[in-house]
């Protein structure tokens, strides 16, 4: 089984930036596609960003593009989520999620990830 801890969520001004981090463990973490997605308060969940188990391919929210990063340390079965240029609309819980199938380019349906974290909360004030 699969478990997903994600961390370094919080509250920061707008313009501001925060690093998300997501630890797995449970199983050979390479092999997977990892990404996160998001749910503000009242909306949708929406895809945020994925990366290949490579870390060769990643795949952002269009709306997200030039602002967030994802990126992957498969040393320390970690996947990040640097986000800059914060605004209160990135306002949501952030989850890490894990496809265990091999696709590329990383999906952007919420239902090819079978396993989902517990979230962290991110809060933009403006």
């Known amino acids: 089984q699969v478990q997903l801890v994600e961390s370094g969520g919080g509250s920061v001004q707008a313009g501001g930036s925060l690093r998300l981090s997501c630890v797995a463990s449970?199983?050979?973490?390479?092999?997977?596609?990892m990404g996160w997605f998001r749910q503000g308060s009242g909306k949708d969940r929406e895809f945020v960003a994925g990366?290949?188990?490579?870390?060769?391919?990643?795949r952002y929210a269009d709306s997200l593009k030039g602002r967030f990063i994802i990126s992957r340390d498969n040393s320390k079965n970690t996947v990040y989520l640097q986000m800059n240029s914060l605004n209160p609309e990135d306002t949501a819980v952030y989850y890490c999620?894990?496809?265990?199938?091999?696709?590329?380019?990383?999906?952007?349906?919420?239902?090819?990830?079978?396993?989902w974290g517990q979230g962290t909360q991110v809060t933009v004030s403006s």
């Open positions: 999620v894990l496809d265990e199938s091999v696709r590329i380019p990383p999906p952007t349906s919420a239902s090819a990830y079978e396993y």
């Open positions: 449970g199983r050979s973490f390479r092999m997977y596609t």
């Open positions: 990366i290949s188990w490579s870390g060769g391919s990643t």
